[in-house]
């Protein structure tokens, strides 16, 4: 009984997680659906630079 509380625990904690990041998503498409072309391809760019610059130095 107890195995099953725990998975039942670890999916909702699960689900959350993933609601959470949907909704975030839907949030910064909102923002972008907003933003001028200039502005997309600088954030784009950003992006691009803090992915690649991981094991690199920090900003």
Do not use: C, F, Y
């Not at 039942?8 to 972008?32: N, P, W």
């Not at 933003?35 to 900003?59: F, V």
């Amino acid at each position: 009984m107890a195995e099953r509380r725990l998975d039942q625990v670890q999916r909702r904690v699960l689900q959350g997680t993933l609601i959470a990041a949907a909704r975030e998503a839907d949030r910064k498409q909102q923002l972008a659906d907003s933003w001028s072309p200039e502005t997309m391809r600088i954030l784009n760019q950003l992006e691009r630079q803090m992915t690649e610059g991981k094991g690199g130095a920090e900003l």
